[in-house]
T-cell receptor
């Protein structure tokens, strides 16, 4: 059974801080790892990492996949209050028809 | 461009009542999913449909049934609601669904806005 574990489960920082969120996984026939941001409603897609694309960056957010360690990190630099959200990590394996297995999520709170 | 539309947004049921959550996507996606989200547990897959005409159990299927009515629509039914089914339910869709297909930029899911269900 595929498994995804995120840490920490919650994190409180002040604006301007840099944060690192962790995701480790066990999956059969790994295909991709995805990061989502969830504010009040639906999760919204941030990044997808694969064997051929192990590092992604968008503005202050960046993510790296370590296939050897079966893990990924999501970095957010110069945090803002708008970064407050639940950050979800999910993996997609190759033995099932496209379904994602999610971690528990990390609740990030950024204070002014 | 509506994306994934779920109805209703909120629902309160009494124990033992039944209801159907509706989901429709207008992106011509092959695969559709139903997840539930509970505090501290992330999203857990209830059922999914890799393509029109097929459905499969996910991680937590007990107490639920699904119907893939056509390519656009995927409904979730609670036959006899229980307090343990109090949760936020998300429908999602993704373009691909086939085994053996390489990962691509279309591998991610697009989510609906969720249904907050309370069973009393």
């Amino acid at each position: 059974e595929d498994k995804v574990v995120q840490s920490p489960l919650s994190l409180v920082v002040h604006e301007g801080d840099t944060v690192t969120l962790n995701c480790s996984y066990e999956v059969t026939n790994f295909r991709s790892l995805l990061w989502y941001k969830q504010e009040k409603k639906a999760p919204t897609f941030l990044f997808m990492l694969t064997s051929s694309g192990i590092e992604k960056k968008s503005g202050r957010l960046s993510s790296i996949l370590d296939k050897k360690e079966l893990s990924s990190i999501l970095n957010i630099t110069a945090t803002q209050t708008g970064d407050s959200a639940i950050y979800l990590c999910a993996v997609k394996g190759g033995t099932s028809y496209g379904k994602l297995t999610f971690g528990q999520g990390t609740i990030l709170t950024v204070h002014p | 461009n509506a994306g994934v539309t779920q109805t209703p947004k909120f629902q309160v049921l009494k124990t033992g009542q039944s209801m159907t959550l509706q989901c429709a996507q207008d992106m011509n996606h092959n695969s559709m999913y139903w997840y539930r989200q509970d505090p501290g547990m992330g999203l857990r897959l209830i059922y999914y449909s890799a393509s029109e005409g097929t459905t499969d159990k996910g991680e937590v299927p007990n107490g639920y049934n699904v119907s893939r009515l056509n390519k656009r629509e995927f409904s979730l039914r609670l036959e006899s609601a229980a307090p343990s089914q109090t949760s936020v339910y998300f429908c999602a869709s993704s373009p691909r669904g086939g085994r053996g297909q390489k990962a691509s930029g279309s591998d991610w899911c697009t989510f609906g806005s969720g249904t907050r269900l309370t069973v009393v």
